[in-house]
């Protein structure tokens, strides 16, 4: 055997060292990459602590743990990566952690869960059946989704538990199957994310509208959804260039639901703290969101203001907002005078009904939201001659309109009222309603 010479001795050490350092190098390389990029995954057996967030693949949302309010209670949510104070979902909104302990995990049964350091549970997606195989995504629309890897099914997702805010993708409704809602439900103050005093739902007893409660009060009402948009907020129309509306009716799911168009910014839809809805807009160059619209608007969206058969009317100050229809007058004359308009209008003479021959026909009021849909029936089948002759027919039917206003004309479809009306109020591009 020979031995090796020291030149060749002192090549083979070089060879080695640069192969040492070259590993070192890109294992130090990794190490940084996954400590500089945030992942938008949390698998089965791993967790998140607070101090770590996931960030969807575009970058466009974060899920972590934050304060808006006490630096003590900490919450975990979803935000938009360039306003983090623009919190879309938060899940344990009314029960904080005390320190910056907690940590989401996700259990055998594809369950996330947020612990606190006592290992007790502050929050629970409650996802049935066993998924060892989970893992969670948040996703480049902001919606977190806990899925089983082996069969690819959905078990879980913070879209079908909103908080206060509506995003794109995200469904407003109702399962009539089922009975669950999509709705939201404001915070209590700017700093609590806890439940606070307003829910918006919506309404499908009749054509679905969306509704803001304060307790068992109604407070605003958008108007039925005419086909088009809902029939109190005409200015849904002017910004279709960024946004698109529909409803989804199906078994299990009547919604509304927007989207952005291409290359539209990003856009919400927040329940605020004292019962505005607002529809906010992120301008990039200023890096501000913008108030592109909000319910109520004005005097004449606070729920019934005028009463039964009582119309309002914005630029009408002079007379208090609020007249009767034609054929009706103050059901007290004395409260109107004092501008409390809310007991509404009467007949001025009872209706011919049922008496074989009659002088009753109906009076358009032109370009109007139309009426509360909890008295109203609808059938979407029937032309608007076939919905006047069956409310002339009913002598409960006080008022009747096109259900539908696509397609131009009249409209079609056929929505009727019986016994009262109430929440009537001029708009711009309102509907016609026949009393």
């Not at 879209?159 to 407003?172: E, H, K, V």
């Not at 009539?176 to 939201?184: F, K, N, V």
């Not at 509306?245 to 919604?255: H, R, S, T």
């Not at 003479?349 to 009426?371: H, Q, Y």
Request: proline letters at 5%; a negative charge; glycine letters at 10%.
């Amino acid at each position: 055997m020979q031995e090796k010479s020291p030149a060749i001795e002192a090549a083979t050490a070089n060879i080695f060292h640069l192969r040492v350092i070259f590993f070192s190098a890109v294992l130090l390389s990794l190490a940084t990459s996954a400590a500089g990029v945030a992942s938008d995954t949390l698998s089965n057996g791993c967790n998140l602590a607070d101090g770590n967030t996931l960030v969807s693949v575009g970058g466009s949302f974060t899920l972590g743990f934050f304060s808006p309010g006490l630096p003590s209670k900490r919450y975990l949510g979803i935000w938009f990566s360039d306003s983090a104070d623009a919190v879309v979902w938060v899940a344990n909104r009314d029960i904080p952690m005390n320190d910056t302990t907690g940590v989401l995990v996700i259990n055998s049964t594809g369950s996330l869960l947020l612990l606190d350091g006592f290992d007790q549970a502050a929050w629970s997606s409650n996802t049935s059946g066993p998924s060892s195989s989970a893992a969670a995504q948040l996703l480049e629309s902001g919606n977190l989704v806990v899925r089983d890897q082996s069969s690819g099914a959905v078990l879980w997702q913070s879209f079908d538990q909103p908080s206060n805010t509506l995003i794109a993708g995200m469904r407003f409704g109702k399962n009539p199957q089922t009975g669950a809602e999509w709705s939201l439900t404001s915070w209590r103050t700017p700093g609590d994310p806890a439940t606070g005093d307003f829910h918006s739902v919506l309404d499908t007893k009749g054509l679905p509208d969306c509704v803001t409660w304060r307790g068992a009060a109604k407070k605003v009402r958008t108007g039925p959804w005419n086909g088009l948009w809902f029939s109190g907020v005409p200015g849904m129309a002017s910004y279709s260039s960024m946004f698109t509306n529909q409803l989804v009716v199906k078994p299990d799911e009547i919604a509304h639901v927007f989207n952005t168009t291409p290359g539209a910014p990003f856009s919400r839809l927040l329940l605020d703290e004292v019962g505005v809805v607002r529809r906010l807009v992120w301008d990039t160059s200023s890096r501000v969101w913008n108030n592109f619209a909000q319910l109520p608007s004005d005097v004449c969206d606070e729920y019934a203001k005028c009463g039964g058969f009582g119309l309002c009317n914005v630029n009408a100050a002079s007379t208090l907002f609020c007249s009767c229809m034609v054929g009706f007058s103050p059901v007290s004359p004395s409260q109107w005078i004092m501008r409390e308009t809310s007991g509404g209008c009467r007949r001025n003479a009872p209706l011919e009904c049922g008496n074989g021959s009659t002088t009753d026909g109906f009076m358009p009021v032109r370009g109007v939201k139309l009426p509360d849909t909890d008295n109203e029936t609808v059938d979407m089948g029937a032309t608007l001659e076939e919905c006047r002759a069956r409310c002339f027919a009913n002598c409960s039917c006080v008022a009747y309109a096109a259900a539908d206003i696509r397609g131009g004309g009249g409209g079609s479809g056929c929505v009727m009222w019986t016994d009262d009306i109430v929440e009537v109020r001029y708009v711009d591009k309102g509907q016609d309603l026949y009393v």
